[in-house]
Structure formats: C-alpha cells, structure tokens
C-alpha cells in the first residue's frame, strides 16, 4: 500500500504563487507515475499534471500549461507542483496520485492510490 499526504495548500492572492508537495510512505514511488488533480465543488476531478518515474516525461492540462510545473524527488520520494500567476478559477482541492500505468493513461483519473487533498484558495 502507498500513502499519499499532500501539503502546501493555502490562500494565495491573484497572481501568486503556491509549491505543492506530496509526500509518499509506505512504499517507494519511484517506478510510479505520479500526478496531480484538482477538484472543484460538486464536479469530479479533473487531470492537471503528471510526471513519468525519472521526471523525462511531463503533461499538462491546457488550462495550466505555461503556469504550472510538475517535478518529483524520488529520493525523498516526494512529487511537487510548483503554481505560478494563479487565478481564482484555479480554487479547488489539489490530489496527489500514483498509478502504475503511463503518463498518459493516468490522465483518466483511474489511479491505484490517491491522497486525501490540499485545499488551494486564490483571492481575486
């Protein structure tokens, strides 16, 4: 079993910045894809980035591309998501995930483990 616990979230201006971490135990994620997901009120979630097992290959949603950058530490077996200009469309509970698969399939939501959230709250 792999526990995820993100932290980092928080209330952040607009045009701020914000570094999600995701910390993992119970297993070393480092042949694990892994991935972030975010989740507004009443709507499911929805994919934001991924990263391959040795960080050489990354996705983004379009929404956060050119914004957002994903990157992992296997060593402290831990996965960030740095957020630059944030918006306030961008409030909602940030997910972890690990997932076994590809980096692409990942971007289906259907994960083997996720973390419980962070909540992100940007003021206009």
């Known amino acids: 079993q792999v526990q995820l616990v993100e932290s980092g979230g928080g209330l952040v201006q607009a045009g701020g910045s914000l570094r999600l971490s995701c910390a993992a135990s119970?297993?070393?994620?480092?042949?694990?894809?892994m991935g972030w997901f975010r989740q507004f009120p009443g709507k499911e979630r929805e994919f934001v980035a991924a990263?391959?097992?040795?960080?050489?290959?990354?996705y983004f949603a379009d929404s956060v591309k050119g914004r957002f950058t994903i990157s992992r530490d296997n060593a402290k077996n831990t996965v960030y998501l740095q957020m630059n200009s944030l918006k306030p469309e961008d409030t909602a509970v940030y997910c972890c995930?690990?997932?076994?698969?590809?980096?692409?399939?990942?971007?289906?939501?259907?994960?083997?483990?996720w973390g419980r959230g962070t909540q992100v709250t940007v003021a206009s």
């Open positions: 995930a690990a997932d076994r698969g590809g980096v692409v399939s990942i971007q289906g939501g259907k994960v083997d483990y």
């Open positions: 119970g297993r070393a994620v480092s042949s694990y894809v």
């Open positions: 990263i391959s097992w040795n960080g050489g290959v990354r």
